[in-house]
Nanobody, 124 residues
Framework: QVQLVESGGGLVQVGGSLRLSCAAS????????MGWFRQAPGKEREFVAT????????YYEEDVKGRFTISRDNAKNTVYLQMNSLDPEDTAVYFC?????????????????WGLGTQVTVSS
């Protein structure tokens, strides 16, 4: 019902920035809370950031606070993740996800729809 497509990943040097975008299809985007998760090889999927349906509430994983910013533009059916001061520890596949609800959540199992991911690689 909802399709999500991430873009904006790539290779960046330490200290650099990237802006990820997640384009959503379907009419439910504007009433769905959104999240970003990431997964590095050999590690489990990790919460990164979440935003409520209207952008009024955001929440971040501790390691990315002050460096990453999640935002959304419901008119464009798009959610963003601005990533600054990137570190090799940020290297992972980043996934966009949509909840079947309006409130933020840090739990992957509370998200119903997922994109296929976009690779972010931070080199030294």
């Amino acid at each position: 019902q909802v399709q999500l497509v991430e873009s904006g990943g790539g290779l960046v040097q330490v200290g650099g920035s990237l802006r990820l975008s997640c384009a959503a299809s379907g009419r439910s985007f504007s009433t769905s809370a959104m999240g970003w998760f990431r997964q590095a090889p050999g590690k489990e999927r990790e919460f990164v950031a979440t935003i409520s349906w209207n952008g009024g509430t955001t929440y971040y994983e501790e390691d990315v606070k002050g460096r990453f910013t999640i935002s959304r533009d419901n008119a464009k059916n798009t959610v963003y993740l601005q990533m600054n001061s990137l570190d090799p520890e940020d290297t992972a596949v980043y996934f966009c996800a949509a909840r079947f609800g309006v409130s933020t959540s840090t739990r992957a199992d509370e998200y119903a729809y997922w994109g296929l991911g976009t690779q972010v690689t931070v080199s030294s």
